[in-house]
């Protein structure tokens, strides 16, 4: 514990405690001054990031469960937000397929001879300034063929980062064991377990600064020490194109390990769109998102028989609106195929404390009415969650 002559510097941001299943808690965060009356608090007033719209909209979304309330302001204000209800899951995906394009000013010949591209949006963007976020990877599907059909280059990250992928994770680990075998207890346990006999361990601290990770790595996976099977060779591979990137700083790379979320398999300089988990766009940022799915059952999550926390489901849809530099699009479908069946899910409740002050609401076809039907929610072993997630 910190005495009257120690240190303690924190930073967070309770609103973004999105990892509960982990053991994360906002509460630490919210009681941080209880405990240390003492501490010096700094805020950050000004988001670099987004517009005031979007951060207004997404302050809406939390209600009063934000500790922030007014005091984060946005660059300028910025474009109204769209919440736009297609009949389908397909043609959800559709729609974001060719908004893209328009964007882009028309990808392919054929988005030109359709009238897709309108000529107008052609502004300084790359493909990698545009984001597709879901609550789950299953809903990636529709999107994913959507993107083959229209020739959109796609790169995908998922709610599990990479680095706790077996065998990624057991490479890992070994790799930081040897790398750190100076620290004795800390990492001899590891190096035991792998057969890693003493000798070799002080050979590879010598080797640690001087030869590139990659060429550790490939030693590493040599000895055969970390079973690797065939399914896991793309795993493997990118595991080391990854490392790659770190040159001989084998360091900076276990740094990188432990921080990442969707940040640990995107490569930001390659030109396609990224299609995350909300989990797994945490720490990034796009001029154009859209939010795929924003139906009660996915947001929140309630299906399948499996319960989750209300405000934490809240926080995970701020997490992805707040992903937005200056276009912000949430669509919903009247219908959608999960686990291989057709299901219709209302529109999440969450949307219905974004006024129209701030968001354009918009449908494909015919206009729905803004009641809520029981939808088949029933159909997963889930209760309806009816206006579901009131705020405390």
């Not at 299943?21 to 630490?28: P, Q, T």
């Not at 000895?223 to 595991?239: D, F, H, K, M, T």
């Not at 995107?266 to 001029?287: I, M, N, W, Y």
């Not at 499996?306 to 912000?328: F, K, Q, W």
């Amino acid at each position: 514990m910190p005495g009257p002559e120690s240190n303690l510097f924190v930073i967070g941001d309770p609103d973004q405690a999105i990892y509960g299943f982990r053991g994360a808690d906002a509460s630490h965060i919210r009681r941080f001054q209880e405990e240390y009356p003492d501490a010096r608090v700094y805020r950050l007033p000004l988001s670099y990031r987004c517009t005031e719209t979007v951060l207004s909209a997404s302050r809406r979304i939390l209600g009063g469960g934000s500790l922030k309330s007014e005091t984060l302001k946005g660059l300028n204000r910025g474009l109204r937000i769209r919440i736009r209800h297609e009949a389908t899951d397909k043609s959800e995906a559709e729609f974001i397929a060719r908004r893209i394009e328009e964007k882009m000013g028309g990808l392919r010949f054929f988005s030109m001879d359709s009238a897709v591209a309108t000529g107008y949006e052609t502004a300084d963007l790359s493909l990698s300034d545009f984001a597709v976020l879901c609550r789950t990877g299953r809903q990636t599907a529709a999107i994913e063929k959507a993107f083959q059909d229209h020739g959109i280059p796609f790169q995908t990250a998922g709610e599990r980062p990479f680095f706790d992928q077996e065998p990624v994770r057991s490479l890992v680990a070994l790799f930081r064991a040897l790398c750190r075998a100076g620290d004795g207890p800390l990492t001899r346990p590891v190096a035991d377990r792998y057969g890693i006999p003493e000798s070799e361990r002080a050979d590879w601290v010598s080797r640690v600064g001087r030869e590139s990770v990659p060429a550790l790595f490939r030693d590493l996976i040599a000895r055969g020490s970390v079973p690797i099977p065939e399914n896991a060779q793309p795993a493997v591979r990118r595991l080391l194109d990854l490392a790659g990137e770190f040159g001989e700083d084998a360091e900076k790379f276990l740094l990188s390990t432990a921080i990442g979320t969707g940040q640990d398999t995107l490569r930001p300089d390659t030109e396609s769109v990224s299609v995350l988990t909300l989990h797994a766009s945490k720490g990034l940022e796009f001029e154009c998102v859209f939010i795929a799915g924003c139906e009660e059952g996915l947001i929140p999550y309630r299906l399948f028989g499996r319960e989750s926390d209300p405000e934490e489901e809240r926080r995970l849809l701020y997490v992805g609106m707040t992903r937005a530099r200056s276009e912000l699009i949430l669509t919903h479908a009247g219908k959608r195929f999960l686990r291989g069946q057709p299901v219709r899910l209302p529109r999440s409740a969450f949307l219905d404390d974004i006024e129209e002050a701030l968001a354009a609401f918009e449908s494909a076809g015919k206009r729905r009415s803004r009641r809520r039907g029981d939808g088949q929610l029933g159909l997963f072993g889930a209760e309806r969650p009816g206006g579901n997630a009131k705020r405390k």
